[in-house]
């Protein structure tokens, strides 16, 4: 994905109680061309998914420490040790 896009930036130097400073000034929002957010939503949208179903799946288990515990290496597990 390649965005072709002016500077994003603009420092010019100002003089603030007799010292030289670089004053930023950002292009104004939205950004020209807009962002295409289009492929992230796609990238994120199995993982959420997954996360949705996992903490479905907890709801129903009667230990949720021991389900968390079988999907950790051991040793991995400190905040489950008694």
Same mark, same amino acid.
């Given at each position: 994905m390649s965005i072709r896009r002016e500077a994003e930036t603009l420092y010019r130097v100002s003089t603030v109680a007799g010292r030289s400073v670089q004053v930023l000034y950002p292009?104004?929002?939205?950004?020209? #061309?807009?962002?295409? =957010?289009e492929p992230l939503i796609r990238f994120w949208t199995g993982p959420i998914r997954a996360l949705g179903r996992l903490d479905g799946s907890t709801a129903l288990l009667p230990d949720?420490?021991? *389900?968390?515990?079988?999907? =950790?290496?051991?040793?991995?597990? #400190? *905040? =489950?040790?008694?």
């Open positions: 292009n104004p929002l939205p950004p020209e #061309p807009p962002i295409d =957010l949720t420490q021991l *389900f968390i515990y079988l999907y =950790l290496p051991q040793g991995g597990s #400190p *905040f =489950l040790s008694d």
